[in-house]
């Protein structure tokens, strides 16, 4: 294990909710894939409002979150090791703003894995405020993970032309070949001054030259990972569509989606960027969301 110790962990959130332990267990195989050390970590609440810290009652409730919180990560713990037995597994219990405690150590983890939704604290918010900070914040991946995982199948990269491409198909090629799956490409395209003639009755417009753009830029964009991989098929879907109805679709028979997110402004919804927020809300495996420069 000492290769693991010197690479940035993976790090898994629970809550000993159902989709948490789903996390954990893929982040399991994660840690195991890329040799890296498993962290799974929970976090309580405090100061809770109407207790004093200092008061008996407040050393007394500050004590059974704490045990909860433990027997949490005990059974965590199990449900890594269940999957792989060999794995080098840590626990942290943090107790404070869920935000704050699970974005601070996402700044020293490779990737971070999070439950679809969950009973309260880090992992129960998902999809709402914490988690939707906690994914457009973070400098690393952060994977979403659904109640079910299937760990083995298509990885779906999906790409817009822009910066992130790159950083979507590297994380897609890679974990189809430690999978031993393959990679679809899905690029959607759409022309605005088209879609707007046809609303309007105007005849059709020649959207040829758009859609030989887009498949030339895929292409450019998939060959040199096609190059490093050889060993994984590969697929492109290049269609004219809504970019979230169109990872959907293949999201169904999907055990893996990637989309990078270019989200603009102050506010957490509008930093995740729409068309990730609706893949990591509506696909049902897991969606890893690449916003970050790691």
């Known amino acids: 294990m000492g290769t693991a110790l010197r690479r940035s962990p993976v790090l898994a959130a629970t809550d000993g909710s159902r989709s948490a332990s789903a996390a954990v267990a893929?982040?399991?195989?994660?840690?195991?894939?890329?040799?890296?050390?498993?962290?799974?970590?929970?976090?309580?609440?405090?100061?809770?409002?109407?207790f004093?810290?200092?008061?008996?009652?407040?050393?007394e409730l500050r004590a059974r979150l704490r045990a909860g919180a433990d027997e949490v990560l005990t059974r965590a713990a199990a449900t890594a090791r269940a999957v792989e037995?060999?794995?080098?597994?840590?626990?942290?219990v943090t107790s404070g703003d869920p935000v704050s405690c699970l974005s601070s150590a996402a700044e020293r983890a490779s990737v971070v894995v999070l439950g679809s939704r969950g009973l309260g604290g880090?992992?129960?918010?998902?999809?709402?405020?914490t988690a939707t900070a906690v994914v457009?914040?973070?400098?690393?991946?952060?994977?979403?993970?659904?109640?079910?995982?299937?760990?083995?199948?298509?990885?779906?990269?999906?790409?817009?032309?822009?910066?992130?491409?790159?950083?979507?198909?590297?994380?897609?090629?890679?974990?189809?070949?430690?999978?031993?799956?393959?990679?679809t490409a899905v690029r959607a395209w759409h022309e605005t001054l088209a879609d707007a003639a046809r609303t309007a009755d105007l005849g059709a417009l020649d959207t040829g030259p758009v859609a030989r753009r887009a498949r030339s830029a895929t292409e450019d964009a998939v060959a040199p990972w096609r190059d490093r991989h050889p060993g994984v098929p590969i697929d492109l879907v290049i269609r004219r569509s809504r970019a979230a109805a169109?990872?959907?679709?293949?999201?169904?028979?999907?055990?893996l989606v990637v989309v990078g997110s270019r989200g603009r402004g102050t506010a957490a919804g509008l930093l995740l960027g729409s068309v990730s927020q609706a893949v990591v809300r509506h696909a049902r495996c897991p969606v890893a969301v690449l916003r970050g420069t790691r």
Request: aromatic residues 4%; proline residues 5%.
């Open 136 to 183: 457009a914040g973070a400098r690393c991946p952060v994977v979403v993970v659904h109640d079910a995982a299937p760990s083995i199948g298509t990885v779906v990269a999906g790409l817009d032309g822009g910066p992130a491409d790159q950083r979507v198909l590297a994380f897609a090629f890679a974990h189809a070949e430690a999978t031993g799956g393959g990679v």
């Open 26 to 50: 893929w982040a399991a195989g994660q840690a195991a894939r890329t040799c890296t050390e498993l962290v799974v970590i929970t976090a309580y609440s405090w100061p809770v409002a109407g």
């Open 246 to 255: 169109l990872l959907l679709d293949h999201a169904a028979a999907a055990a």
């Open 122 to 129: 880090v992992a129960g918010l998902l999809l709402g405020s």
């Open 85 to 92: 037995p060999d794995l080098a597994v840590r626990c942290e």
């Open 52 to 59: 004093d810290e200092l008061s008996d009652a407040g050393h």
